[in-house]
């Protein structure tokens, strides 16, 4: 069994901020009602949790369902945070791709 790597308090604030912007980057990218991407976060101060959700696919299309991911501060992980990150900034890019493509189609690039 591999030996878990653990955020300090500094580490876990920039990953708390990293994980945001990127949450902000997809959803100004598009509603996720429209089939964008869904992107959800939630710091929670009692337990010392982030909360991730997402639906790569958002809920345009009758999707419902999320996938969750979770950093807690008594045992922030930075394995779990690099996975978060990972699927965020595919998010991200797949967003920013989609909302070029439908301006490019409608003439607003």
């Known amino acids: 069994m591999e030996n878990a790597e653990y955020m300090n308090w500094t ?4 990953a708390a901020h990293k994980l945001l912007d990127l949450c902000l980057d997809i959803q100004e990218a598009g509603d996720a009602g429209d089939g ?3 992107a959800d976060i939630h710091v929670d101060n009692y337990t010392g949790a982030i909360y991730v959700y997402f639906n790569p696919d958002g809920f345009g299309n009758g999707t419902a369902g999320l996938v969750g991911r979770s950093i807690h501060l008594g045992h922030p992980e930075k394995k779990t ?11 991200a890019a797949l967003a920013k791709e989609k909302r070029s493509r439908e301006r ?3 003439g607003n690039a």
Do not use: T
């Open 81 to 91: 945070y690099r996975n978060c990150l990972e699927k965020l900034e595919e998010l």
């Open 11 to 14: 580490e876990y604030r920039e």
């Open 104 to 106: 490019a189609l409608h």
């Open 36 to 38: 964008y991407p869904f």
